[in-house]
């Protein structure tokens, strides 16, 4: 497993907690030799992001890129899954909002971000439903409660 954390705006806090979620994420899905990065951002990084992207010019709390859904990121020795975009400061808002820790919060928009990576989508009800169950399954094996 080759994960990639990259914290762009120097947050001070400590997220070295995500590196043992993502590899009970990776294991929970049967994922071995991936390679994917997470990419801490600020407020106006993440509005640039979804404007570019998505087109919709907000702020938004994850994102990510699934390099498998195209053709142009094929290896025969490991999956390059993509790229997951965390917006800190929306996280912690989050975690304020929902009373979750800090620690809870990230971990969930991790997992919710790598899912999306691996195929999970939220598009219709059916698939919220599945996708989040798989999320709250990951978690707690994590041993992440709400």
Known sequence: MDVTIENEYGYKSDYSFLESVISIALREEKVENAV?????????RIQEINREYRGKD???????????ETQDF??????FLGEIYICIPRMEEQAREYGH???REL??????????????????KE?????????EEILHAAGIER
């Open 74 to 79: 094929v290896c025969p020795d490991y999956r």
């Open 107 to 124: 971990s969930f928009l991790t997992v919710h971000g790598l899912l999306h990576l691996l195929g999970y989508d939220h598009m219709t």
């Open 36 to 44: 994917f990065s997470v990419v801490f951002v600020d407020d106006v």
């Open 58 to 68: 907000a702020v938004t709390d994850v994102i990510s890129f699934a390099f498998e």
């Open 127 to 135: 698939e919220e439903n599945v996708m989040f169950q798989r999320q």
């Open 101 to 103: 820790s800090v620690k």
